[in-house]
């Protein structure tokens, strides 16, 4: 069975940065198009950045756009999410998720069948 995982989060101050990566057990990454997702509480997951399988092509949500990059590396099978200038409002738990829209629109979709892994936790406070 497939697996992603996320790696990468932690605790930083408004300004700060954090880079996160997401990996894979039983599925290839550079097949797909992965998605950012972010999720707050009470709040649903929200995608906030895609990547084509060859990383010709990316999308960012209005939140994040010129703040947060994505790249991969396919060489290693990583996909990388730059997250700079953070504030209290990108706090969350950051998933990686496979996009099934190829990253053609700025809103990723998963599977709802899809099985999401742990995610990484960011949280951004003074």
């Known amino acids: 069975q497939s697996r992603l995982v996320e790696s990468g989060g932690g605790s930083v101050r408004p300004g700060e940065s954090l880079r996160l990566s997401c990996t894979a057990s039983?599925?290839?990454?550079?097949?797909?198009?992965i998605a950012w997702f972010r999720q707050v509480p009470g709040k649903e997951r929200e995608g906030i950045s895609c990547?084509?399988?060859?990383?010709?092509?990316?999308n960012y949500a209005d939140s994040v756009k010129d703040r947060f990059t994505v790249w991969r590396d396919n060489g290693k099978d990583i996909i990388y999410l730059q997250l700079n200038r953070l504030n209290p409002e990108d706090s969350g738990i950051y998933y990686c998720?496979?996009?099934?829209?190829?990253?053609?629109?700025?809103?990723?979709?998963?599977?709802?069948?899809?099985?999401w892994g742990p995610g990484t936790q960011v949280t951004v406070s003074s």
């Open positions: 039983g599925l290839t990454l550079g097949w797909y198009a």
């Open positions: 998720q496979v996009d099934l829209t190829g990253c053609k629109f700025r809103t990723p979709t998963a599977s709802d069948s899809a099985s």
């Open positions: 990547i084509s399988n060859n990383g010709g092509r990316t």
